[in-house]
C-alpha cells in the first residue's frame, strides 16, 4: 500500500465506512491531503492511523483514549508503561459495565419470572416501570 487512496478506496482497505472516516478527520484523528478537485487522499500514515483508531474502538476505547493511543503509537519514545496505563483503565471501565449488565440482567430476569404472560391486564414489569425512580 504506497499509492495514495480515495476515501473509497481507504474506507474498504480499513473496514470503516466513509462516514466513520469524515468523522475522525473532522475531529484531527487524520489528516488527509486534498487533491486540487478538493477529495481526499489518504497516505499511508492516514490509513495506519485509521486502523489503529478502529482497533482501539473496537477494544471500547473511547475517542479521547483512542486519540492518546493513536499519539503513543506515532511516537517512537513512547514508553510501554503508558500504553498499558490506559488499556488497564479500559479493562476497570469494562469491568464495571460487565458488574452493571449483570445486575441488569438480575433484574430483567427477575421480572419476567414473575410477570405471567398470559390474558390478563397486570404485569409486574409495568409495575415496576411506573415505580422506577
Not at 12 to 35: C, D, M, N, Q
Not at 67 to 92: G, H, I, M, P, W
Not at 125 to 130: A, E, Y
Amino acid at each position: 500500500m504506497d499509492a495514495l487512496m480515495q476515501i473509497g478506496q481507504a474506507a474498504e482497505w480499513v473496514g470503516l465506512p466513509e462516514k466513520t472516516i469524515r468523522y475522525y478527520e473532522g475531529i484531527g484523528l487524520v489528516s488527509p491531503l486534498r487533491a486540487e478537485n478538493g477529495f481526499r487522499l489518504f497516505r499511508k500514515q492516514d490509513i495506519q492511523s485509521l486502523i489503529v483508531v478502529k482497533g482501539a474502538r473496537g477494544l471500547g476505547f473511547s475517542i479521547e483514549d483512542s486519540r492518546s493511543l493513536l499519539t503513543l503509537y506515532k511516537n517512537q519514545d513512547r514508553t510501554s508503561a503508558d500504553v498499558k496505563l490506559l488499556a488497564t483503565k479500559q479493562l476497570e471501565e469494562t469491568r464495571e459495565k460487565i458488574a452493571q449488565l449483570r445486575s441488569l440482567e438480575e433484574k430483567l430476569k427477575h421480572l419476567t419470572d414473575q410477570c405471567r404472560g398470559n390474558e390478563e391486564p397486570d404485569c409486574p414489569i409495568l409495575d415496576f416501570l411506573v415505580r422506577y425512580q
